[in-house]
Every structure is written in structure tokens, then in C-alpha cells.
T-cell receptor
């Protein structure tokens, strides 16, 4: 069965500092990996996705993630945090079987300090 | 813009009083999903429709039902809401094409309060 572990339920960084949100996955078949962002009282918005093409994936709002098969990781990074990045971030895994259901991690709440 | 729309955004119901949440999409996607998200938790898949085929998750309570009358609309019915059903309900869609992986597009959610 697929699963996702996000290390750190809360991450706090200063404005302008590097953002690193960690995600490790488990999958018996080649995975498809996603990062979603959720602002308060809103739905989830896709930041980026890995679908077996380039291992370094660039997304919206300056975020990127690198797929490392040897480490079963898909960590999310941003070089310089903005106040507007404060939100909940979810890593998710899926594959091509069936209706391609997403399995979400527990989420990481990112706080940006001025 | 093509999108996923959920109505209402906020719904208050009474304990045991049936409630229906609505989702519509202009993306013409063949798969529609319903998730339940409780405070500070990840979304939990309740069920999904692959075209007209209904797929229930094994741990979804019988209290939750769904209808998909056409491609564009999908409804979530909670027959007898309990206090534990208070949550954000998210609708999502995807294309789920064979051999390729499309992301899921989420609506803004409906926050359900049970009094």
C-alpha cells in the first residue's frame, strides 16, 4: 500500500529564509507525487507534480521539489520565504492504477516570521 | 475559467437532520471525488465516481451517500449527521486518462457545522 510521511507538522522560518518541507513516500509501483497548498478555509491548490519526467520539478510561487528514488523522498523547497507562503502543505502519492486516488500525508503548517 | 464549484460554502445543520452538499465542475473531468477533512488533518477520501461507476472507500460510514446525475454535478448526502461529521468537505475532479497521470482539481470546500 502507498503511504506518505511528512516530517514536521509545524515548520517556522523567517521571511527571506530557505523553506524546506520534507516528504517521504512508500510505493510498490512507480509513484506519482504531488505537493498541494491549502490556505485557511479554502480547497487545495496544486503546487507541483512529479510524473516520471525530470526529477527536479518546478512549481508555482517559486517552489520546487526533487524526486530522489534512492531516498524515497520528494522534499519541497523555496529559496526565499514570503509572508504569503504561510499555509498548510500536503504531500500526496498516487499511481496509474484504478481512478488514481491520492494518498495524503498529514500536512505541514508553515509559519513565516517577519 | 474552468473550475470546481461547491455550494454552499458554509452549511449548518442539526443533529440527525439530513443535509446535501453540492459540487459542480466545468472541466468535463470523468472522475469526481469527495473528501472529508477535519481540523488540522489531511483530507480523507470518502468515495469517488469514475464516470458513472460509484466507488466507496471501505471505511466510509453508511451515513454518507453520493449521487452523480451527470458529468458536471455530484452530491454528497449525509443522512443523519452526528457531531463527529462536522468537517470541511472537499470535492475534487480529475481526468484519470489511461497511461497518464492528471492532478486532482479541488473546489473551495463546504464547511459543515452540526448543532
Amino acid at each position: 500500500a502507498q503511504s506518505v510521511t511528512q516530517l514536521g507538522s509545524h515548520v517556522s522560518v523567517s521571511e527571506g529564509a530557505l523553506v524546506l518541507l520534507r516528504c517521504n513516500y512508500s510505493s510498490s509501483v512507480p509513484p506519482y507525487l504531488f505537493w498541494y497548498v491549502q490556505y485557511p478555509n479554502q480547497g487545495l491548490q496544486l503546487l507541483l507534480k512529479y510524473t516520471s519526467a525530470a526529477t527536479l520539478v518546478k512549481g508555482i510561487n517559486g517552489f520546487e521539489a526533487e524526486f530522489k528514488k534512492s531516498e524515497t523522498s520528494f522534499h519541497l523547497t523555496k529559496p526565499s520565504a514570503h509572508m504569503s507562503d504561510a499555509a498548510e502543505y500536503f504531500c500526496a502519492v498516487s499511481d496509474l492504477r484504478g481512478a488514481q486516488k491520492l494518498v495524503f500525508g498529514q500536512g505541514t503548517r508553515l509559519t513565516i516570521n517577519p | 475559467d474552468a473550475m470546481v464549484i461547491q455550494n454552499p460554502r458554509y452549511q449548518v445543520t442539526q443533529f440527525g437532520k439530513p443535509v446535501t452538499l453540492s459540487c459542480s465542475q466545468t472541466l468535463n473531468h470523468n472522475v469526481m471525488y469527495w473528501y472529508q477533512q477535519k481540523s488540522s488533518q489531511a483530507p480523507k477520501l470518502l468515495f469517488h465516481y469514475y464516470d458513472k461507476d460509484f466507488n466507496n472507500e471501505a471505511d466510509t460510514p453508511d451515513n454518507f451517500q453520493s449521487r452523480r446525475p451527470n458529468t458536471s454535478f455530484c452530491f454528497l448526502d449525509i443522512r443523519s449527521p452526528g457531531l463527529g461529521d462536522a468537517a470541511m468537505y472537499l470535492c475534487a475532479t480529475s481526468r484519470a486518462l489511461a497511461g497518464s497521470m492528471d492532478e486532482q482539481f479541488f473546489g473551495p470546500g463546504t464547511r459543515l457545522t452540526v448543532l
